[in-house]
């Protein structure tokens, strides 16, 4: 199975692409709440919750780059 990777910048461009439409739809449903502050807090307090537990794997998953490496077999001629 081939497998093709984005290069840094589009993938950047393509999360907040996603993000943006993303935060753009929860925006709608607040829109005329009584309550859209404090549903907008929880929502916000959530990202910063999942985005700093996202950091904290990234950070303890360095260490363990080498053991998910892909090695590709040796030709044979």
Do not use: I, N, W, Y
């Not at 290069?7 to 829109?31: C, I, K, N, Q, R």
């Not at 985005?51 to 001629?77: I, M, N, S």
């Amino acid at each position: 199975m081939t497998q093709h990777r984005l290069d840094a910048p589009m993938s950047v461009l393509l999360v907040g692409l996603f993000g943006l439409f993303h935060g753009h739809a929860h925006g709608g449903e607040l829109a005329g709440k009584a309550d859209a502050e404090l549903v907008l807090g929880g929502l916000l307090a959530a990202s910063l919750l999942l985005h700093a537990a996202g950091l904290r794997c990234l950070v303890r998953c360095r260490d363990f780059r080498h053991l998910t490496r892909v090695q590709k077999p040796e030709e044979h001629l």
